[in-house]
């Protein structure tokens, strides 16, 4: 019989977003975002894994300072003083395609002079970016990192629990286990999980057990093995 779980783990309010999880490995991001404007730098970076909350904290901040939102991709040197021209500066995905360096490096002079704040976000280390502007690399690798680690078994748990919840599928403490044990490390796959099981289940009119469960699993996880 399916049981009413606990949720042990923190929360952040993420400003009309839905909570923020909060656990061992993001609560250094967690804490970047929420030291603003007392930030040791103009510009900070955040960085982890996709799927594992970069944007979502990134919003948060976005909102809390009233920045301007880019992509990294799209940024151009005449666009910078207009996307400057407010209280600060999110450039999402840095280093996940190319960017215009000469851009990205007026965006930094020009946070500095007008005492404007820049967070980023990126999946890889600057120094495994391949930017070609030694100034730029530097400038970069002075920031501030707060990094996004793999999610451990109690946030894991934490997010597949709260999907469950969301979608009204009441799941039990074996089950729970079971997919955190088996599972990729990762907060995408949890939601990606979660979805396929409540659409499969919906599809074929059943109830989901650890069997069910561990089938839909199984189909996700395997295209990737191969």
Same mark, same amino acid.
């Given at each position: 019989?399916? &049981?009413?779980?606990?949720?042990?783990?923190?929360?952040?309010?993420?400003?009309?977003?839905?909570?923020?999880?909060? %656990?061992?490995?993001?609560?250094?991001? &967690?804490?970047?975002?929420?030291?603003?404007?007392?930030?040791?730098?103009?510009?900070? $970076?955040?960085?982890?894994?996709?799927?594992?909350?970069?944007?979502?904290?990134?919003? &948060?901040?976005?909102?809390?300072?009233?920045?301007?939102?880019?992509?990294?991709?799209?940024?151009? &040197?005449?666009?910078?003083? %207009?996307?400057?021209?407010?209280?600060?500066?999110? +450039?999402?995905?840095?280093?996940?395609?190319?960017?215009?360096?000469?851009?990205?490096?007026?965006?930094?002079?020009?946070?500095?002079?007008?005492?404007?704040? +820049?967070?980023?976000?990126?999946?890889?280390?600057?120094?495994?970016?391949?930017?070609?502007?030694?100034?730029? +690399?530097?400038?970069?690798?002075?920031?501030?990192?707060?990094?996004?680690?793999?999610?451990?078994?109690?946030?894991?748990?934490?997010?597949?629990?709260?999907?469950?919840?969301?979608?009204?599928?009441?799941?039990?403490?074996?089950?729970?286990?079971?997919?955190?044990?088996?599972?990729?490390?990762?907060?995408?796959?949890?939601?990606?999980?979660?979805?396929? $099981?409540?659409?499969?289940?919906?599809?074929?009119?059943?109830?989901?057990?650890?069997?069910?469960?561990?089938? +839909?699993?199984?189909?996700?996880?395997?295209?990737?093995?191969?």
């Amino acid at each position: 019989m399916a &049981v009413q779980l606990t949720l042990d783990l923190g929360h952040r309010a993420a400003l009309g977003r839905e909570d923020f999880l909060v %656990a061992q490995s993001n609560e250094a991001a &967690v804490a970047l975002v929420d030291q603003w404007p007392r930030w040791p730098s103009y510009a900070a $970076i955040i960085e982890g894994p996709p799927g594992s909350g970069k944007s979502h904290l990134a919003t &948060v901040w976005q909102r809390a300072s009233e920045a301007v939102l880019t992509e990294a991709a799209s940024l151009s &040197v005449d666009a910078v003083p %207009a996307l400057l021209d407010g209280q600060g500066l999110v +450039v999402e995905n840095l280093g996940e395609d190319r960017v215009d360096e000469t851009a990205l490096f007026h965006v930094l002079n020009l946070a500095l002079q007008t005492g404007k704040h +820049v967070l980023f976000t990126t999946v890889r280390p600057v120094a495994r970016m391949g930017l070609a502007l030694p100034d730029l +690399v530097s400038r970069l690798m002075a920031l501030p990192v707060a990094r996004i680690l793999p999610p451990d078994d109690a946030l894991l748990r934490g997010v597949l629990l709260k999907h469950f919840s969301e979608r009204q599928i009441a799941i039990d403490e074996p089950l729970l286990n079971y997919l955190v044990a088996r599972m990729p490390r990762s907060l995408g796959m949890a939601r990606e999980l979660i979805a396929a $099981i409540d659409a499969a289940a919906f599809a074929e009119k059943a109830e989901v057990t650890r069997s069910f469960a561990g089938k +839909v699993l199984a189909r996700l996880v395997e295209p990737e093995l191969g």
